[in-house]
């Protein structure tokens, strides 16, 4: 079964530091892998997603993850750090391809960011 | 706004009571999904209808039940409430019908989430 691990349930950086949340996953299948953001008191919002073809994603706020095979990481990051960006982080897999699949996610990193 | 639509928004209720939770898929979108978020057990999967049918069920416990009506719009029904049933219940909505391709998988495209409905048992 797919799973998601993520490290760090907290990470805290500065205005304008690089962003690094971790993510590692477990799938007996090709994956599919998402970061989604949630605000306070919002729903979950689709950030990014790493399907097939290039590894290197590119999502939305200046976000992107590498899927890296060897590794089973998918972690997100971020070359500046904007007060905008403090919120929790989900790292999630496709359970499987068909249309019964179900995304799992991982517990979530907190992000907060100091002025 | 995600398009995905969850009523209501906040919800108090007594234990022993029964609750309706409502979600409108986005419009197109033939998968509904249920998650129950809460501080101790985090992202929960519930259950999945795709076009009306359960697809898959995760942890939801039996005093949960949820369907999906033929215009798309789901309910999850809580009964037997207790007081850690409070959480937030998120549902979200996948699958866009596309004639020109029965072979798609919905999870190519992620999951659009709604904003939430907010359960207190007190």
């Known amino acids: 079964a797919q799973s998601v691990t993520q490290l760090g349930s907290h990470v805290s950086v500065s205005e304008g530091a690089l962003v690094l949340l971790r993510c590692n996953y477990s799938?007996?299948?090709?994956?599919?892998l998402f970061w989604y953001v949630q605000y306070p008191n919002q729903g979950l919002q689709l950030l990014l997603k790493?399907?097939?073809?290039?590894?290197l994603v590119k999502g939305i706020n200046g976000f992107e993850a590498e899927f890296k095979k060897s590794e089973t990481s998918f972690h997100l990051t971020k070359p500046s750090a904007h007060m905008s960006d403090a919120a929790e982080y989900f790292c999630a897999v496709s359970e499987g391809r068909s249309s019964a699949s179900k995304i799992i996610f991982g517990s979530g990193t907190r992000l907060s960011i100091r002025p | 706004d995600s398009g995905v639509t969850q009523t209501p928004k906040h919800l108090i209720t007594a234990t022993g009571q029964r609750v309706t939770l409502r979600c409108s898929p986005r419009?197109?979108?033939?998968?509904v999904y249920w998650y129950q978020q809460s501080l101790d057990q985090g992202l929960q999967f519930l259950i999945h209808?795709?076009?009306?049918?359960?697809?898959a069920k995760g942890n939801i416990l039996e005093r949960f039940s949820a369907q999906q009506f033929p215009d798309l719009h789901s309910e999850l029904n809580l009964s037997s409430l207790e007081l850690g049933d409070s959480a937030l219940y998120f549902c979200a909505s996948s699958a866009r019908q596309s004639p020109a391709n029965y072979g798609y998988t919905p999870d190519l495209y992620g999951y659009t989430f709604g904003s939430g409905t907010r359960l207190t048992v007190v």
């Open positions: 799938s007996s299948v090709p994956p599919y």
């Open positions: 790493y399907t097939t073809g290039a590894t």
């Open positions: 419009s197109g979108d033939l998968s």
């Open positions: 209808y795709y076009n009306g049918e359960e697809r």
